[in-house]
């Protein structure tokens, strides 16, 4: 499957934004999907999965309350819908497709070019 992010910006602390993740192909219905975010010097950390069902969601401890992940199967799109944003979230945010719901990125086979959220204090 291939995956597209988009939606990331620029905003103040405090705010929101959506990212979105555009699959193509039918795989879509039957894999699970993830998004990652890599800071500056960091490592890639793990923020939100979704299973192929939508039915069942995790999320990294730092966005746990803020964020909600979804997705559209008739858009073929899975959403990231971040609130209350601080500017510790200021990464790149990548989009990942795989077997299951996992916060190992090794577990997942496909990858977007990721979007960059920044956000200012």
């Not at 905003?11 to 990212?19: I, Y």
């Not at 990294?60 to 601080?86: E, P, W």
Request: a positive charge; aromatic letters at 12%; proline letters at 2%.
């Amino acid at each position: 499957v291939q995956l597209q992010a988009s939606g990331g910006g620029l905003v103040q602390a405090g705010g929101s934004l959506r990212l979105s993740c555009a699959a193509s192909g039918r795989a879509f219905n039957s894999h699970a999907m993830g998004w990652f975010r890599q800071a500056p010097g960091k490592e890639l950390e793990f923020v939100a999965a979704i299973n192929w069902s939508g039915g069942s969601t995790v999320y990294g401890d730092s966005v746990k309350g803020r964020f909600t992940i979804s997705r559209d199967y008739a858009k073929n799109t899975m959403y990231l819908q971040m609130n209350t944003l601080k500017p510790d979230d200021t990464a790149v945010y990548y989009c990942a497709a795989g077997l299951s719901p996992s916060k190992y990125s090794r577990v997942y086979n496909s990858w977007g070019q990721g979007t960059q959220v920044t956000v200012s204090s």
